[in-house]
């Protein structure tokens, strides 16, 4: 979509505060430093922060030769932010500080034939209620509730448009959620989750363009340029499961042949191992995780057969993640979701290689690979960081008038 | 790279020209609904132009009950701009009057053996000192020269890193330009001087997401995400024609196999065409223009081996176009560059429908594929708009802080 001055000014306020939280205590003049951003500029977007209460004033440190500067920081207890992970046979819930700290986190178990809609409110409602509860907090100091859920999304209006899950079509979820849950709500799916992630605590922060590829059952490339979530005129960007390796290749569930997931998602990780030893004792039918740990045990036991089907899945995923850096010319590959985090070095490291023979030398050059340093659930974690976007989103419209004609206006002594 | 306040302010008074240019005269209000910027942001833009005097106030429309409105204009004898498309073969120059009209042309051929830089500065110093003189433009209003020459370069040194036609390595191109060109000089690539032509006066022109293919002897996506061209971490970001469309396929130049540009590219199309018949009457080996052009007249008697050629190339760019549109759900798909133009509405057609059975549903219709609409040289133009975009990059820096404070005061009464 293209971007208004309104955009701008709500991305460059996401910007701040992410910073804030990376390094707090911190100055305003660090943080134009670290932003790019004019000394004014953070003034002003600082200044609403603090009217916010999200971050306080905290002291002074001494500046070389001029006055001493004013310190920030996050205040953690300023406000909470809960996160819903709605996946296929559970529903993770989990809530945040405003440092993004979690202070509570509930679990629902969802059996074969729960699918309907009111019985996956129904846990949402349960879990959330149950961290509301452990954590102590009040109602009041709740921001707001992120709720990803597979498949399409209208964020707008708060519907999954499709869950091939459950084949929800057209569910009013946040309506439903809004019956039980007083907090205001913000719906999106877990590949955008785990890409907005990656900005605010993981490998994506305050790098200009990073594509966070997610590794599940299914397949998908989140796209975070110029230091925002790209999501494409209709919010489905990122689509890269659905992209061809292999013309004619392997049937997808798609429809079409030879893309990317049915080489490296989990099912496809199965199907290379099924290839190479149809007999396999790693293999566990129809159930992809208990074969991704047996496979992650096996390598870690230098066993041939786990080694050779992560070069194999490397070698496609290697192609695959080229091509991303190729057309985008990144600063950072971030490799997301369970089947990376289990995978973890070994796959990373054959990835690495099979992308250095495959990418071209410029490109290749300016982007580094990583696994996702973010060490909880990145799917709740970046649910909740669309309630803080979400928080974030309209408080210029209250108080910029008042901003920009006193960015500068003093405010009551901070402590020191 | 991270948009910082700068950028963004550049980016808007981009737009902000764009739109005058696109439809004179026009009013601030009317900028604003179109630019989705405020008006008080619109008229410090506005008023920067004025004083540049690249628009000028053309009077005023009465607005229904409101005080009238006044109206600018692009001024075309406001400055003078020069693209310059350096080819394999030849030397193409254009000079443009403000409103992007072309004012004269000149072209140089280059013998096979003429691959030294002093020769190419040569006929590039030639042909502009040639439209110069035929416009009849005084130097100083000529505002800039865009230069684009094939291959990785370096924007902000002015230098050639690797241009492949010749086997230039780091060539200070634009160094050796300023020997005889008096003007401020501009360096970049034809992929992204023809995204930039897009942009300003095509398909891409008020769109938000854009990606032009372009369809040459190699081949590209140039990528306008936000209204702005996306140009990756190493100016290198659009490297499409070398992304993996059939693993382990046809040998590319770039050492990988099965990458786009060897289906698609004009000797890959060239090669689909043998594959079909070795000995076919379209086939001239060594000549590609003469191949393609062979093919388009074949096409249009409905020949039946130009039609499959046209339709097997059709099903490779169309998988490759769905990947595209999958991973970035743009708004609007441009087949640019002159195998395009050429193949023109059959080519189109067939990519259209091999799109429709490979993309998601969701981007798909979300999105528009339509051949360039620009009807010269778009190498040019777009070279001459990254000479318009220079002189506009650092105009906030001087006049911002006046404007800032006084953005409404009067101006000249304008003629009425
Ligand atoms: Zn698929
Ligand atoms: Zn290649």
Known sequence: MKRTSRDIRTANRYEVLRQIIAESPTSRQELAAATGLSLATVATLVGELLDLRMITEVGFEDSAGGRPRGLVAVDASGGALIGVDIAETYVHVELFDLAL???????????????????????????????????????????????????????????AQYAPNWDWHDVPLLGLLAEHIAHPLYLDNPLRACTVAELWCGAARGRGDAVVVNLGTGVGAGLALGGGLHRGV???????????????????????????????????????????????????????????????????????????????????????????????????????????????????????????????????????????????????????????????????????????????????????
Chains 1, 2 share one sequence.
């Open 101 to 159: 700290n979690v202070l509570a986190r509930a679990d629902e178990d969802m059996r074969p034939g729960e699918s309907r809609p009111e019985q996956v409110v129904g846990h949402v409602a349960a879990a959330v209620g149950s961290v509301v509860a452990q954590a102590g907090v009040e109602a009041a100091r709740v921001l707001g509730v992120g709720v990803s859920v597979p498949g399409q999304v209208d964020r707008d209006t708060g519907v």
């Open 234 to 416: 209709s919010n489905s960007a990122g689509e890269w499961g659905h992209t061809t390796l292999v013309l004619d290749g392997r049937l997808c569930h798609c429809g079409n042949h030879g893309c990317v997931e049915t080489y490296v998602g989990a099912p496809g990780i199965m199907r290379n191992l099924r290839e190479l030893d149809p007999h396999s004792a790693l293999l566990h039918p129809g159930d992809q995780t208990a074969t991704i740990d047996a496979l992650a045990r096996a390598v870690a036991q230098d066993d041939p057969v786990a080694l050779k089907v992560v070069r194999d899945t490397a070698r496609y995923l290697g192609a695959g993640i080229s091509d991303l850096i190729n057309l985008l010319n990144p600063e950072v590959v971030v490799l997301s979701s369970w089947v990376a985090s289990r995978l973890g070095e070994p796959l990373l490291g054959e990835v690495r290689r099979a992308v250095a023979r495959h990418a071209l030398g410029r490109p290749l050059a300016a982007t580094e690979i990583v696994l996702s340093p973010i060490p909880t659930d990145p799917v709740s974690l970046g649910a909740a960081t669309f309630a803080l976007e979400g928080a974030l989103q309209f408080v210029g419209q209250r108080t910029s008038a008042k901003r920009t004609t006193a960015p500068a206006r003093s405010r009551t002594a901070p402590p020191s």
